[in-house]
């Protein structure tokens, strides 16, 4: 069963022209148009009008220089959307990627940095990130990180470079894209062992792609308070609502789709549902949140 209201913790907000190279490299690489064209604007009105009621998204930097005009413009967005949670931007070859890290970090909607391993092209256990890893670590914030080999995979992903980065930092906060897919049986192993990880959702529950989720729905039910939903909104070439649908046709408990559509996410946020007519508290960002 759906919760009244959910929460969305993968989500991509970019500038225009930014967004419309993305819908064009969509084309070249997929031989198909993502469905939703939309600018972010109207991507927060349609979640909004879909149940959304926190929406967490990120952004990532490709190259050198492209993160600090990217991360003015999520400022922009945290000031004028005041309920919306950001990872930023980072790119370890920025002159002032740690000072620009270290002013974003206080900011108390931005949970943390995105990294994109596959278009970024540098590895997790990349030294260069060191020092972000210690100050996220410090900081009590988090980093989404797209690690796995899906839907298409370089030298930059996959389970063995990622192993490598928990075994140096083994109480560093990660959410992990995609569910680690294509490699899903060695990331979910990895909940057993390092507590402050969690997967998402995005694009791994498709059955019409070639990227389903090959685990025994077992393993989703035991690992329920590590898992949390997340959409790639609105860079998606099918339905958002097949990945929801597809869900929910597992069977699972009740009490999986409560957590997985809303408490993990409020969790990671520092959130608690109000009772009616009360005001939420937040302390987003942190993971030892007292109320």
Known sequence: MLPDRIIDCHVHLFPDRLFEAIWSYFRRA???????????????????????????????????????????????????????????????????????????????????????????????????????????????????????????????????????????????PVTVAHMGGLEYASFMELLDRYPDLYLDTTWAFLPQSNFMFDQAPETLERHRERIVYGSDF?????????EIECLLGLGLSEDFYRRLFRENGLALLGLSDPSPGEIPRTCAGQRNCST
């Not at 148009?33 to 149940?51: F, G, K, S």
């Not at 609105?234 to 097949?242: A, T, V």
């Open 30 to 172: 997929y031989g198909r148009p993502v469905l939703h064209e939309l600018y972010y604007r109207d991507c927060i009105d349609y979640l909004r009008e879909r149940q959304v009621d926190h929406i967490v998204y990120s952004n990532y930097a490709h190259k050198k220089g492209v993160a600090g005009p990217l991360n003015r413009w999520n400022m922009r967005i945290l000031d004028e959307f005041p309920d919306l949670y950001c990872f930023a931007a980072y790119h370890p070859d920025d002159d002032d990627a740690l000072e620009m890290a270290a002013e974003l970090i206080q900011h108390p909607r931005v949970l943390g940095f995105k990294l994109q391993l596959l278009v970024q092209r540098f590895y997790p256990q990349d030294e260069r990130l060191f020092p972000l890893y210690e100050m996220v670590i410090e900081q009590n914030k988090r980093l989404l990180f797209h690690a796995g080999t899906g839907p298409v995979g370089n030298p930059f992903v996959g389970i063995t470079h990622f192993r490598k980065l928990l075994e140096r930092y083994p109480g560093l």
């Open 234 to 242: 609105p860079n998606l070439i099918f339905p958002r609502e097949d």
